[in-house]
C-alpha cells in the first residue's frame, strides 16, 4: 500500500513539475492599423538587407555572429513554414507584396522584491514601519523575435509581431529550436489568414 501511495505520488510531482516547465508562457504581441486585414496582400519576399538579423544586449564581448549561425536557419525556415500556413506566397522580392525582415534580440533583465514590497504603508505618516531590503534578486535572459512585414508599394512597416520569453539556460540546442518554431508558430498567427 505505502509502495503504491510513493509511486503515486512520484507520478503526481513529475506531471506537475513538467506542467511548470512547458508553462513558461511567450507573451506574443501585435502592432498593425486597428482595421488591418491583410487584403491583396498575396505574395511576400526577404527583405533586400537580407531575413534578419541578431542583436545582443548582455554584454561587450557578446558576438551575435555564432547565435545568428545556429538560430538564423531554423527562424528563417519557421517563418517560411508559418506565413504560407496564413496564405502568403513566396514571391520574388521585386514583385512581392511583403518584405519581411526579423530582429532575434537577446538581452538580460532583473526582477528584484523588497521586504514588505506587498503591504501597505502606514497611513499616517506613509513610511513602512521597518527599512527595505532586497529579499529576492532574480536575472533573466530574455530572447525576443521581433518579426517585420513591410509593404513595398508604401515602403514602410504595416505589421509588426513580437514574440518575447525568458531563456532557459538549462535547455539543449534541441530544445531551443523547438522553442523557437513554437515562438513564430505563435506570433504568425496573429497575422490575419487569406480566405
Known sequence: MRIKLAGALVVLAAVLSSIGLSAAKIKISVQAPPKFDGAGLRTWAWAADGPGQVI??????DDPKPIEKTFGPTITDAISKELGLRGLATGDAASADLHAHY????????????FGQFLPAVPEWGIPPF???NQ???IISTGSIVLDLISTSAKRIIWRGIA????????TDEQRHARIREAVHDLVLKYPKKK
Open 56 to 61: 545582443m544586449a548582455r554584454s561587450s564581448q
Open 103 to 114: 530582429y532575434l534580440l537577446v538581452a538580460v533583465g532583473f526582477n528584484t522584491q523588497q
Open 131 to 133: 527599512a527595505g531590503g
Open 136 to 138: 529576492a534578486y532574480e
Open 164 to 171: 518575447q520569453a525568458e531563456i532557459d539556460s538549462e535547455r
